[in-house]
C-alpha cells in the first residue's frame, strides 16, 4: 500500500508549489468523501536554512537527513495514511552524495529501509523552460540544468526505488485527480496504470 507521494525534480523545477497544490486537493477530496485517507504535507525541513544562506558543512547532512525522516515517519506511525513530500530521503542523499559527503552511503541504505517500510509514489518534474528562481536555493541557474541530469541518473539507479514516473510542466494541474484516481482503487503501479494514464517511467 502506498503511504507517501514524493515529488523529485531540480532546484525550482515546481516541486514544492504541486506538493502544496496536490495536499490541499487531496484534503478537499477527503473533505467531499471522494477519498478515505488521512493526508498530511511534509514540507522541506531545510528550507529557512537556505534562505538564510547556511548550506550544509561536514556531519551537518546526517541532520538534516534524520530531520527529514522523522518530520515523515511521525505522522506515518501514527495514523496518516499518505503524506506528501517535495524534499524525499533519496533526494537528500543524493545532495550528500554529490557534495561528497564521506557517509552518503549508509543514507541511503536508510533510506531504502525506509522505503520499504512505507512504500512511495514517485513523481519526477522535468523543469521544461520553466524559469529558475534562485530564491531560498543553493544553487546558481548555470548549475542547475546538470544537476537536473545527474539527479535523474542517481534515482534510476538507485535499486529499491523503482517506477519513478515522469512529469512534465504541462501536466502538473491534472496530476491531483490522477493520484486521486490511483489513491482510491489503490491499483499496483505498473505499466498499464502507466499507459492508461499517459505517463512515462523515469529512464
Keep these: ?3 507517501r507521494i514524493n515529488l523529485y525534480g531540480g532546484p525550482s523545477s ?3 508549489t504541486t506538493a502544496a497544490r496536490l495536499f490541499a486537493d487531496l484534503k478537499d477530496a477527503v473533505a467531499q468523501t471522494r477519498l478515505n485517507k488521512k493526508v498530511e504535507h511534509v514540507q522541506e525541513w531545510c528550507k ?3 534562505y538564510e544562506g547556511c548550506p550544509a558543512t561536514g556531519f551537518e547532512q546526517l541532520q538534516w537527513f534524520t530531520e527529514q525522516l522523522r518530520s515523515e ?3 506515518l506511525r501514527n495514523g496518516v495514511d499518505i503524506i506528501v513530500s517535495d524534499s524525499p530521503l533519496y533526494l537528500n542523499t543524493y545532495y550528500a552524495c554529490r557534495n561528497k559527503v564521506s557517509f552518503w552511503t549508509p543514507l541511503a541504505n536508510i533510506a531504502d529501509t525506509f522505503e520499504g517500510t512505507y512504500p512511495s509514489l514517485n513523481f519526477f518534474i522535468n523543469r521544461g523552460s520553466r524559469p529558475y528562481n534562485p530564491a531560498g536555493r543553493f544553487q546558481t541557474a548555470d548549475e542547475v540544468a546538470s544537476l537536473d541530469d545527474n539527479l535523474k541518473n542517481y534515482l534510476v539507479n538507485r535499486i529499491f526505488l523503482t517506477n519513478v514516473i515522469v512529469l512534465e510542466q504541462e501536466a502538473l494541474p491534472g ?4 493520484v486521486i484516481d490511483f489513491l482510491k482503487s489503490d491499483d499496483y503501479i505498473d505499466n498499464y496504470w502507466i499507459k492508461r494514464k499517459g505517463f512515462e517511467f523515469l529512464k
Design 73 to 75: 515517519e511521525r505522522f
Design 1 to 3: 500500500m502506498i503511504r
Design 14 to 16: 515546481s516541486k514544492s
Design 175 to 178: 496530476l491531483s485527480e490522477n
Design 48 to 50: 529557512p536554512l537556505a
